[in-house]
């Protein structure tokens, strides 16, 4: 029968903490060598005893998930690291991945994927939940759609976009971009046609859907 796979459990709430460590101690194959309610006190553990694999929250005092793992891979690049967080915005994902955690599951994951999290982490493999991939696909399409968008309107018309967005009037427009108003209104015409909207309103959620222009 193989070595249980050591773990160290990092989390600020005490009682998420307890749980977790609960549930995952019912499995013979699992050793939870430690806790730590922040990414200080996961740092003092990890030079007493290294784990095979780290699992730790983002949101937390003293030290965030994020610098933590980036902390853990450049000091013990041999421990693997499973993020276990609420946080699914693609922002917070992107910035896990680039930091090379192994893993990312969601809190609201059941104790059947998180086992299979790890033992894909003991294989060398990695782990990112369906709905985290989800997420990142989502990202990825829109990204797409952007440079899709991107490259039927012009700069110019782009600028102006965002100006109609930003409620501006076609004399406004005009002003700030030293145009006549006859010009914004020939790339008004032209947004409307090649958007294939009839509104304002059609345009904006063009700009909003493919990432254009950013509202305030």
Avoid: W
Wanted: proline share 2%.
């Amino acid at each position: 029968m193989s070595e249980p796979t050591k773990l160290l459990l990092v989390d600020d709430h005490e009682i998420f903490l307890d749980g977790l460590e609960s549930l995952l101690a019912s499995s013979e194959q699992i050793q939870i060598i430690g806790t730590a309610l922040n990414g200080e006190l996961a740092l003092d553990k990890l030079e007493a005893e290294l784990p095979d694999v780290l699992i730790t929250d983002l949101s937390m005092p003293e030290m965030d998930g994020i610098e933590l793992v980036k902390k853990v891979k450049e000091k013990y690049p041999d421990v693997k690291i499973l993020v276990l967080s609420m946080h699914d915005d693609r922002e917070t994902i992107l910035e896990i991945m680039m930091a090379e955690a192994e893993g990312y599951l969601l809190k609201n994951t059941g104790k059947k994927e998180l086992l299979r999290a790890i033992d894909r982490l003991m294989d060398g493999s990695t782990f990112y939940s369906n709905r985290v991939m989800e997420i990142m696909l989502e990202r990825f399409q829109q990204e797409m759609k952007k440079q899709e968008a991107e490259t039927i309107l012009t700069d110019r018309e782009l600028e102006i976009l965002q100006l109609i967005s930003e409620e501006k009037s076609s004399r406004e427009i005009a002003d700030n971009l030293f145009i006549s108003i006859r010009t914004v209104d020939t790339h008004r015409k032209n947004l409307l046609r090649k958007t294939e909207v009839h509104t304002v309103i059609g345009l904006l959620k063009f700009g909003v859907r493919n990432c254009l222009i950013s509202l305030n």
